[in-house]
């Protein structure tokens, strides 16, 4: 008997006005799992998981987190349950130091002792950050900006943490670097679901994954098995 999955989305419908971005998917992650959700440009990736975080209202179906029904909590809400999202873009403040916006993480916690160890541990995990602590970051490479917003969800001690394409716009040397953060937060027993563009890589590291076309999810199953799918060579790793 398998447990409730952490999260689940039952026949999740989300549309922009007369735009059906994603029409009746079912997926699920189960606690301490690493899964990811591979497609196109505008296959509906990002719109599932803003409609996860309470981002975009739910035109159909429900989502189940840690037992309970969450479908249009607002993200506030979720992160005081420990649903943290890395948005697309990151959402770094330039203005701020590196570690003003780490620390902004922590805003809905109070534990300061344990507040100022955790960034300390975030500091240990990159310390090109630790260097840079008091630097504006804006000033910060778009891989080491990706780091911040990583460490800055790790600061509200994630019990299930979305990652908005962490690869987007980086070097491949970078990208490398980024997976390898996924996967250490993920070993340290953080559920995570990944919305990639990178499909390899993605289903190289995940346990398994989803593919969605057009609104729809067209294929799942553990990562290797994806990785060896002809569909998803041909249409997602460039192979035939
Ligand atoms: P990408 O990798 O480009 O972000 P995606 O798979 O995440 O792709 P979505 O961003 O979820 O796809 O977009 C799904 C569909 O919804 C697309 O047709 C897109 O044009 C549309 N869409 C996304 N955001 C909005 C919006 N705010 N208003 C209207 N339509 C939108």
Request: charged share 20%; net charge negative; with cysteine.
């Amino acid at each position: 008997t398998q447990k409730t999955p952490l999260l689940e989305l039952r026949d999740l419908q989300v549309a922009y006005g007369g735009i059906k971005a994603v029409q009746g998917i079912n997926l699920h992650v189960n606690e301490g799992e690493l899964v990811c959700l591979i497609g196109a440009n505008g296959a509906g990736k990002s719109t599932t998981l803003r409609a996860i975080t309470g981002l975009v209202p739910v035109a159909g179906g429900s989502i189940w987190y840690d037992g309970k029904q969450t479908t249009n909590t607002p993200s506030y809400q979720l992160v005081r349950k420990r649903l943290v999202m890395v948005p697309e873009g990151r959402g770094i403040f330039g203005q701020l130091t590196i570690e003003e916006n780490l620390a902004m993480g922590a805003y809905v916690r109070n534990d300061h002792a344990q507040i100022k160890q955790d960034l300390e541990r975030v500091f240990e995990s990159f310390p090109r950050l630790a260097e840079r602590r008091h630097q504006s970051a804006g000033t910060l490479s778009g891989g080491e900006q990706q780091m911040v917003a990583m460490g800055r969800a790790m600061l509200a001690r994630p019990h299930l943490l979305l990652l908005d394409e962490p690869s987007m716009g980086l070097a491949p040397l970078m990208v490398e670097k980024v997976f390898e953060v996924v996967r250490n937060i993920a070993a340290e027993g953080v559920t995570i679901l990944l919305i990639e563009q990178n499909a390899r890589l993605a289903l190289e590291h995940a346990d398994r994954g989803y593919v969605m076309e057009s609104g729809h999810i067209s294929l799942e199953g553990p990562g290797k098995d994806l990785l060896h799918d002809p569909k998803v060579r041909a249409a997602y790793l460039g192979e035939d």
